[in-house]
């Protein structure tokens, strides 16, 4: 099934069971892309986030498998443009937005998640725990740390100028 780069996913009621229950259905290495879903990001973001996972192939074998659909009655992109992919964030010239804590903090622990895999659920939880942007540094820098000796220096720099630029400031 083609999906359109400003469909927005989200996960089915099988889809959370089998995140829950840890199902057979769910492909491990599809359950760091499944979890993103969250009806907010596009096609194209989980796209970017996902691409060590295999990108939009994975999206549409999460959706031919009943996991994840569509979000259904949304505006048209046009009508409400999506947010820019992290490839894009902090790029060109102007800052990127400051996302409030709650955002950064959930969107910084499903990139660690997506980007490292299991191995950063523990680094996600006391992600999504932290209360004050000061007690996230540590854990960036670990998440960072991380993402160098996995990845490379590249999703380091990808990185800090997509996500990272939108650290909120207090």
Do not use: W
Not at 94 to 101: D, H, I, K, N
Not at 108 to 132: H, K, N, T, V, W
């Amino acid at each position: 099934m083609p999906l359109e780069p400003h469909t927005r996913l989200t996960k089915t009621d099988q889809g959370r069971e089998a995140i829950a229950r840890r199902l057979p259905e769910l492909p491990p290495r599809l359950r760091p892309v499944l979890i993103m879903m969250d009806g907010k990001r596009t096609v194209a973001e989980l796209s970017l986030l996902a691409d060590a996972m295999g990108g939009q192939a994975a999206l549409a074998q999460l959706v031919d498998l009943g996991l994840a659909e569509p979000v259904p009655g949304l505006v048209p992109s046009s009508l409400s443009p999506a947010p820019p992919p992290l490839a894009e964030l902090g790029s060109g010239g102007a800052p990127a937005a400051a996302l409030s804590l709650e955002q950064f903090r959930t969107q910084l622990a499903d990139y660690f998640e997506a980007q490292l895999g299991p191995s950063a659920q523990m680094l996600a939880i006391q992600i999504r725990a932290c209360q004050q942007v000061r007690d996230l540094k540590p854990l960036i820098a670990r998440g960072t740390d991380n993402l160098q000796h996995f990845k490379g220096l590249a999703a380091v720099k990808a990185f800090q100028q997509g996500l990272g630029s939108q650290m909120p400031t207090a």
